[in-house]
């Protein structure tokens, strides 16, 4: 789950373990399971690996998942790279 929290007076989205609820921290720890259901509608979970696995049949590594993100909302190329030097604030979460 994306959630929004408030540290030295910043405002940061964090992704948090929709099983545990936990945050995760290290983007290799984490996985998307989703299901497929026959009228087409489509849910996930974002949880960590191992304990946190929801056993769904389909998943993808939490770090390809946010780089498809990234790339269908057009934050890509010029426009990741301008974005990536306006959030160096961000290292300090």
């Given at each position: 789950m994306i959630e929004l929290i408030?540290?030295?007076g910043v405002t940061a989205p964090i992704i948090?373990?929709?099983?545990c609820s936990k945050r995760i921290k290290d983007v290799s720890m984490?996985?998307?399971?989703?299901?497929?259901?026959?009228?087409?509608e489509i849910s996930y979970r974002i949880c960590h690996k191992g304990n946190c696995d929801t056993g769904e049949p389909c998943s993808q590594e939490l770090s390809?998942?946010?780089v498809w993100l990234?790339?269908?909302v057009?934050?890509?190329?010029e426009?990741?790279?301008k974005a990536i030097k306006s959030a160096k604030i961000m290292e300090l979460i």
């Open positions: 408030r540290k030295n948090t373990c929709d099983q984490g996985m998307v399971f989703f299901s497929i259901f026959n009228d087409g390809h998942f946010l990234l790339s269908n057009g934050l890509k190329g426009k990741l790279d």
